[in-house]
């Protein structure tokens, strides 16, 4: 089966740093695109970024410049490293790919995940 799982999230003071991991199951990281997305309370769903093999294809206006992607291929797991938070960066956070698609359009995306699940929790402090 197909599945991916996020973890690394908890809570950070502003200024902080904090690494999310998304570990996939039963597919390889480099043969899709894959994405991260973020959902804060109030607001709505947005897209982090789209990346593969090294390459961001797309990157959102909001977290720009303050975060970066790593890949660890023999664990099959992305890491989002989050950089300079602020209290706007609490949010829910989502991997997504290419592999298992949600079928979502873009604004239903985070809550699809979160059907199934996924996401894990930022929370900045001021």
């Known amino acids: 089966y197909v599945e991916l799982k996020e973890s690394g999230g908890g809570s950070v003071q502003a200024g902080g740093s904090l690494r999310l991991s998304c570990a996939g199951f039963?597919?390889?990281?480099?043969?899709?695109?894959m994405e991260w997305w973020r959902q804060a309370p109030g607001r709505e769903c947005e897209r982090i970024v789209r990346?593969?093999?090294?390459?961001?294809?797309k990157t959102g206006d909001s977290l720009k410049g303050r975060f970066t992607i790593s890949q660890d291929n023999d664990k099959n797991t992305m890491y989002l490293h989050l950089n300079n938070l602020t209290p706007d960066d609490t949010a829910k956070y989502y991997c997504?790919?290419?592999?298992?698609?949600?079928?979502?359009?873009?604004?239903?995306?985070?809550?699809?995940?979160?059907?199934w699940g996924q996401g894990t929790v930022v929370t900045v402090s001021s």
């Open positions: 997504a790919s290419d592999v298992l698609p949600t079928g979502a359009d873009p604004a239903s995306q985070c809550d699809a995940l979160d059907g």
């Open positions: 039963g597919f390889t990281f480099d043969d899709f695109d």
């Open positions: 990346y593969r093999r090294g390459e961001y294809i």
